[in-house]
């Protein structure tokens, strides 16, 4: 599978994310959330307490981006899921990072392999 390197104009609203709101991306392309399960991934992640004050303003902003659906799984319960655009987003960030990584055999190699790795 062949992945072209977007430029800058072409992956837009990626190049604007905090790196808090990448991971949410990340969170959510395994499957659709809901806030404190979101909230208890980012903990394990960074190691501390997330704020619901940080949470819940960073996924309405990513819902009002168009990279992340909510919906109501009940009265007091929210679901995030991730759009296509999201996904697009994932998508363009990874393949700059990459592009910038990747300058021998040996790093492709470690791309490679941590790849493989997820999949098994």
Same mark, same amino acid.
């Given at each position: !599978? %062949? ?7 072409? %992956?837009?609203?990626? #190049?604007? $994310? ?12 395994? @499957?659709?959330? #809901?806030?404190? &399960?979101? /909230?208890?991934?980012? @903990?394990? #992640?960074?190691?501390?307490?997330? =704020? ?5 303003? =960073?996924?309405?902003? $990513?819902?009002? !981006?168009?990279?992340? @659906? /909510?919906?109501?799984?009940? /009265?007091?319960? =929210?679901? #995030? &899921?991730?759009? @296509? ?30 790849? %493989? &790795?997820?999949?098994?």
């Amino acid at each position: !599978m %062949s992945v072209t390197v977007p430029d800058e104009e072409e %992956s837009g609203i990626a #190049y604007e $994310l905090t790196a808090f709101q990448q991971r949410i991306l990340a969170i959510l392309s395994e @499957e659709a959330r #809901y806030g404190l &399960a979101i /909230k208890r991934e980012l @903990e394990e #992640y960074d190691g501390s307490d997330v =704020n619901h004050g940080r949470l819940y303003p =960073n996924l309405d902003d $990513l819902v009002e !981006m168009g990279l992340v @659906e /909510k919906s109501e799984l009940d /009265k007091r319960t =929210n679901e #995030y &899921a991730l759009t @296509e655009a999201g996904h697009d987003a994932i998508v363009n960030q990874l393949s700059w990072v990459f592009s910038r990584f990747v300058t021998s055999e040996s790093r492709a190699a470690e791309i490679h392999d941590l790849v %493989s &790795a997820t999949q098994q």
